[in-house]
């Protein structure tokens, strides 16, 4: 079975980086298509999804306020947050709001096609309700907190409304899905990650570095951020399982 991405959960276990789940069945090279930044079919996204927001842990409530986070620029964040919550909001009624929360390099907006204006800055910044800075995407349930116009990082890391605003959205939605910048470059995944439920790295498979990586993970953790698993993004060449140990 093609696969160019596998879903690695629980990272950190037993001390490892990641811990690696088995792939079963043929796997053959895919070419990721040029438009995008990595090629994930349905069925990857709705494993994803089942495993990250269903399938709980040891009979724990499964999380419900995630963000994805990659780990140098390009890994394609930003794009599995907007395929994820696409996904989310089609098992059901629940509302969905995916929250662009990387000022640094918004680009959410344009994956669903709506303007950046208003958005998590002016929320940050004004006291009327969060709700009013929301964007309907496609479908009923999924909505889109875009970043804003000249979204100001230094607004949103050092912003004291900014719990608050993600009480508001935990208040109005049944699930979170934000995007932050990437962790080796920026603190802004252990800020915001500590008032969700965890976070979600995403990997670049030929462009992150081991000792990158490692130093991001360890940063979240010392940030008391919960690491929920990571994801291998932009794979496009079968990897033997033993090879995994040394990521």
Not at 2 to 9: A, G, Q
Not at 155 to 167: E, I, P, Q
Request: hydrophobic content about 40%; charged content about 20%; some cysteine.
């Amino acid at each position: 079975m093609s696969k160019n991405f596998d879903v690695l959960i629980r990272a950190g276990r037993d001390g490892k980086l990641f811990e690696v789940t088995s792939v079963r069945g043929e796997q053959r090279a895919v070419k990721p298509a040029a438009s995008e930044p990595g090629t994930v079919t349905h069925d990857e996204i709705t494993r994803l999804v089942q495993r990250l927001f269903v399938l709980s842990a040891n009979g724990s409530a499964s999380p419900r306020a995630v963000a994805f986070c990659g780990i140098e620029p390009g890994d394609g964040a930003t794009w599995i947050c907007a395929r994820v919550a696409h996904a989310v909001a089609a098992r059901g009624t629940n509302k969905v709001c995916v929250v662009d929360a990387n000022f640094r390099s918004p680009a959410l907006h344009n994956r669903f096609h709506v303007n950046n204006r208003g958005g998590l800055m002016s929320a940050l910044c004004h006291h009327a309700p969060i709700r009013n800075q929301v964007l309907q995407g496609t479908g009923n349930n999924l909505w889109l907190l875009p970043a804003g116009a000249d979204a100001d990082p230094n607004v949103l890391t050092n912003s004291k409304s900014l719990s608050d605003r993600v009480a508001e959205l935990r208040a109005e939605f049944e699930f979170l899905i934000f995007d932050t910048p990437p962790a080796s470059l920026f603190d802004d995944a252990v800020v915001i990650g500590r008032l969700l439920d965890g976070v979600v790295l995403v990997v670049g498979a030929h462009s992150t570095h081991r000792e990158t990586a490692r130093k991001a993970k360890e940063n979240l953790q010392a940030g008391h951020v919960r690491l929920l698993g990571t994801v291998l993004n932009q794979r496009t060449f079968p990897i033997p399982n033993t090879l995994y140990r040394w990521l």
